[in-house]
């Protein structure tokens, strides 16, 4: 197991992404093209989920660091 996860991080590091993103390049490749279009919209979906649970999370620490200040 530490192998493979050895070589997706030399992957990665050689064509300059992320180790998830080369796993998602290995998913795509393997389903073909009927696959491809669903697993693609899936990724996005879940891309733009974490960018909102980033924001939100951002947000609640601010929050949090005006309470501490508060009290």
Not at 19 to 25: A, D, G, L, Q, S
């Amino acid at each position: 197991m530490k192998s493979i996860i050895k070589n997706l991080k030399r992957i990665a590091e050689g064509k300059g992404v992320s180790v998830p993103k080369v796993i998602v390049n290995i998913i795509v490749e393997n389903l073909g093209d009927e696959g491809q279009g669903v697993l693609a919209e899936r990724v996005k979906e879940l891309e733009a989920k974490y960018k909102q649970l980033f924001i939100e999370v951002g947000r609640m620490e601010r929050d949090l660091a005006l309470l501490r200040k508060r009290v």
